[in-house]
Nanobody, 125 residues
Framework: QVQLVESGGGLVQPGGSLRLSCAAS????????IGWFRQAPGKEREGVTC????????SYLPSVKGRFTISRDNGKNTVYLQMNNLKPEDTAVYYC??????????????????WGQGTQVTVSS
């Protein structure tokens, strides 16, 4: 089946690190824009980062730039989100999503149609 499954979330102290995984089934994720989004209770879903098909273009939410890194492992058909120096305001459910086959990407939820179930990230002391 065509789906995305996130994993790797959990509880971490401020300043700590987590690596989230987004495993694709039923399609080759290298052929699509893949994005990471997050949603905290009572807040709208916001784009965190995206990587274009073939990995030629990457965008980041300004507040995570320099701390988060998106990458692909085509052999595992998986996209990762490495999150370093985590802050309490990073607490949210994190989702990966599939967009178009574009060689460019923008962090815009309306451009993504296939979503994973999400994984909870909690940053607290």
């Amino acid at each position: 089946q065509v789906q995305l499954v996130e994993s790797g979330g959990g509880l971490v102290q401020p300043g700590g690190s987590l690596r989230l995984s987004c495993a694709a089934s039923g399609f080759n994720l290298d052929s699509y824009v893949i994005g990471w989004f997050r949603q905290a209770p009572g807040k709208e879903r916001e784009g965190v980062t995206c990587i274009s098909s073939s990995g030629g273009s990457i965008s980041y939410l300004p507040s995570v730039k320099g701390r988060f890194t998106i990458s692909r492992d085509n052999g595992k058909n998986t996209v990762y989100l490495q999150m370093n120096n985590l802050k309490p305001e990073d607490t949210a459910v994190y989702y990966c999503a599939r967009g178009s086959r574009s060689y460019d990407c923008r962090v815009n939820p309306t451009e993504f149609g296939l979503w994973g179930q999400g994984t909870q990230v909690t940053v607290s002391s």
